[in-house]
């Protein structure tokens, strides 16, 4: 059974960190593109980082960029997402998905070109 969960995620300051992780189930993170993507309250979701599994390059929302990171850990068969500095306006649930194809090469991180999906972690960041 594929499968994919999210942990993590917390309550956090503004100007803290966290870092997020993807653990699989049933195939190999490696294998496939990994993205992260959130939904504010009242927001629509949006995709905020992309791994290729073909050049293992990062792909990052210009709203994240410089500040959060996405890595693999292969013998975990686990995705991290570093997240820095964060914001107030990062209050939100925390998505994985995975894509058999590179979905990263897609602009905008189309959620439509990723099959799995993880439940999600709730992060909060708030004095």
Do not use: H
Request: with cysteine.
């Amino acid at each position: 059974q594929v499968q994919l969960v999210e942990s993590g995620g917390g309550l956090v300051q503004p100007g803290g960190s966290l870092r997020l992780s993807c653990a699989a189930s049933g195939f190999l993170l490696n294998a496939n593109a990994i993205g992260w993507f959130r939904q504010a309250p009242g927001k629509e979701r949006e995709g905020i980082a992309c791994l290729s599994n073909t050049n293992n390059s990062a792909y990052y929302n210009d709203s994240v960029k410089g500040r959060f990171a996405i890595f693999r850990d292969n013998a975990g068969n686990l995705v991290y997402l570093r997240m820095n500095n964060l914001r107030p306006e990062a209050t939100a649930v925390y998505y994985c998905a995975a894509a058999t194809l590179d979905a990263c090469f897609y602009t905008g991180f189309p959620e439509a070109e990723y099959g799995s999906w993880g439940q999600g972690t709730q992060v909060t960041v708030s004095s």
